[in-house]
């Protein structure tokens, strides 16, 4: 019922930057919360920053200073500006939403996740 959408990867150099695009659709009434995690070579997948729907964020020590979440948007979407790239922040960047449907039910939907090559 819910789809997210995924868009903005690609491969840079260290130093570079790189703007992520996610939007969350169907069957949605509120969005409680989205946000980005990553999955590096080997790694678990970690949050990475979220924002509410009233646009509050929550950021990783990780990449403080670097990334910058915004939106939603009234079209429930965020993006991830990334500064200040360095091969350790390679990874697949995934999208996720969480909130409410038309039938009050709470939901959480997953993005197919993009691949951010950062190569030295």
């Known amino acids: 019922q819910v789809h997210i959408t995924q868009a903005g990867g ?17 069957d949605i009434t509120s969005i409680r919360e989205m ?29 403080k200073g670097r990334f910058t979440i915004s939106g939603p948007t009234a079209r429930n979407t965020i993006y991830l500006h990334m500064i200040t790239l360095f091969p350790n922040d390679t990874a697949v960047y995934y999208c996720h939403a969480d909130g ?8 959480g939907a997953w993005g197919q996740g993009t ?6």
Not at 100 to 107: I, K, L, N, V
């Open 10 to 26: 690609g491969l840079v150099r260290p130093w570079e930057s790189l703007r992520l695009v996610c939007t969350a659709s169907g």
């Open 35 to 63: 946000g980005w995690y990553r999955q590096g070579p080997g790694q678990q997948r970690d949050m990475v920053e979220t924002i509410t729907g009233a646009g509050v964020p929550t950021y990783a020590d990780s990449v």
């Open 100 to 107: 409410r449907t038309w039938s009050q039910a709470e939901f």
């Open 115 to 120: 691949q951010v090559t950062v190569f030295s």
